[in-house]
């Protein structure tokens, strides 16, 4: 049996404050990803109480405009790094770690980890940063080209699905001229030499 994320949590509660705190179409993209989190860590063996509240909770900053998120950001003192600071559609994710602990009570650093990390990636993802960050990407209501291709591989090989995902990323961000955040591109090296988890390991 799984066990629970360390702190123990309300999620009717964290739901309710969610649904009205966020747009419509943002929440019930939030309700999808954390329905995917938990089929992903069913099948790859992750706690599945931390991939479905991280995956709940994974843009709950996004109830504040973009052009908002880095002055409050730098109003709760959570510290960004020059480069974050030029791709604002990032920033939520740390923003979103900070209100996840402080107003919505979780205290699991595991769960604020994947919730931060979500937006940009790291060299040292865990597998519930990965599976967060791949649920965000092939949750049910996604719709873009290439979108079910990428739930079937999800389903087979998790690290090939999210270079799959990345690849694609990037891929769109250059060709609308996007600033593409080197933490992506950490993060897909990183993958490169990293070993493939088997499923229900």
Same mark, same amino acid.
């Given at each position: 049996?799984? +066990?629970?994320?360390?702190?123990?949590?309300?999620?009717?509660?964290?739901?309710? @404050?969610?649904?009205? #705190?966020?747009?419509?179409?943002?929440?019930?993209? /939030?309700?999808?990803?954390?329905?995917?989190?938990?089929? $992903?860590?069913?099948?790859?063996?992750?706690d599945?109480? @931390? #991939?479905?509240?991280?995956?709940?909770l994974?843009?709950?900053? +996004?109830g504040?405009?973009?052009?908002e998120?880095?002055?409050?950001?730098? #109003?709760?003192?959570?510290?960004?790094?020059?480069? %974050?600071?030029?791709?604002p559609?990032?920033?939520?994710?740390?923003?979103g770690?900070?209100?996840?602990?402080?107003?919505?009570?979780?205290?699991?650093? #595991?769960?604020?980890?994947?919730?931060?990390?979500?937006?940009?990636?790291?060299?040292?993802?865990?597998?519930?940063? +990965?599976?967060?960050?791949?649920?965000? @990407? %092939?949750? =049910?209501?996604?719709?873009?080209?290439?979108?079910?291709? $990428?739930?079937?591989? /999800?389903?087979?090989? $998790?690290?090939?699905?999210?270079?799959?995902?990345?690849?694609?990323?990037? =891929?769109?961000g +250059?060709? /609308?001229?996007?600033?593409?955040? /080197?933490?992506?591109? %950490?993060?897909? @090296?990183?993958?490169?030499?990293?070993? %493939?988890?088997?499923?229900?390991?």
């Amino acid at each position: 049996m799984k +066990k629970l994320a360390d702190n123990a949590v309300d999620l009717g509660a964290i739901r309710e @404050k969610l649904c009205a #705190a966020l747009p419509e179409r943002r929440y019930l993209h /939030s309700l999808g990803v954390a329905d995917e989190a938990v089929a $992903l860590a069913e099948l790859y063996g992750a706690d599945i109480a @931390k #991939a479905r509240l991280a995956g709940l909770l994974h843009d709950c900053a +996004k109830g504040y405009p973009v052009d908002e998120q880095i002055p409050r950001c730098d #109003a709760a003192g959570i510290e960004l790094d020059e480069e %974050t600071r030029l791709c604002p559609p990032v920033v939520h994710g740390c923003l979103g770690a900070w209100i996840a602990e402080r107003e919505y009570g979780v205290s699991d650093q #595991a769960v604020l980890r994947a919730i931060r990390l979500h937006t940009v990636g790291a060299a040292d993802m865990t597998l519930l940063d +990965k599976i967060v960050w791949l649920a965000d @990407k %092939t949750e =049910r209501g996604r719709t873009f080209d290439g979108v079910e291709r $990428l739930r079937d591989e /999800s389903r087979r090989d $998790l690290d090939s699905a999210i270079r799959m995902g990345l690849e694609w990323q990037i =891929r769109k961000g +250059k060709e /609308s001229g996007k600033r593409i955040h /080197s933490g992506a591109l %950490t993060f897909l @090296k990183a993958l490169d030499g990293a070993s %493939t988890l088997p499923k229900n390991a």
